[in-house]
Nanobody
Framework: QVQLVESGGGLVQAGGSLRLSCAAS????????MGWFRQAPGKEREFVAT????????EYADSVKDRFTISRDNNKKTVYLQMNSLRPEDTAVYYC?????????????????WGQGTQVTVFS
């Protein structure tokens, strides 16, 4: 059983940056592919980015490509999401998730464990 706790959310002006962190406990992070998802008010949870267990392979949603970067430090059992050039439409609750079966899963149903989320609000 893996427990995930997100942090780093907050209020930021459009064009600014934030770095989200996802700390894992209860298991070795290196066995899991990790992903970030987000959910805006009134919308479904959507894929943002994913990274393989080794960190060698990543995938991004088109909406965040070239602005967001996912990374991981297996020794610190932490996954990061660096978000640059933020836009108001990036406002959402951001969730991290872990999957033990796939290289770079991109859909909600593929993930086994979820954090509670951290709020990101971007104002113009």
């Amino acid at each position: 059983q893996v427990q995930l706790v997100e942090s780093g959310g907050g209020l930021v002006q459009a064009g600014g940056s934030l770095r989200l962190s996802c700390a894992a406990s209860g298991g070795a992070l290196r066995y899991y592919a990790m992903g970030w998802f987000r959910q805006a008010p009134g919308k479904e949870r959507e894929f943002v980015a994913t990274i393989s267990w080794s960190g060698d392979t990543t995938e991004y949603a088109d909406s965040v490509k070239d602005r967001f970067t996912i990374s991981r430090d297996n020794n610190k059992k932490t996954v990061y999401l660096q978000m640059n050039s933020l836009r108001p439409e990036d406002t959402a609750v951001y969730y991290c998730a872990a999957d033990s079966d796939r290289l770079v899963p991109t859909t909600l149903s593929e993930y086994d464990y979820w954090g509670q989320g951290t709020q990101v609000t971007v104002f113009s």
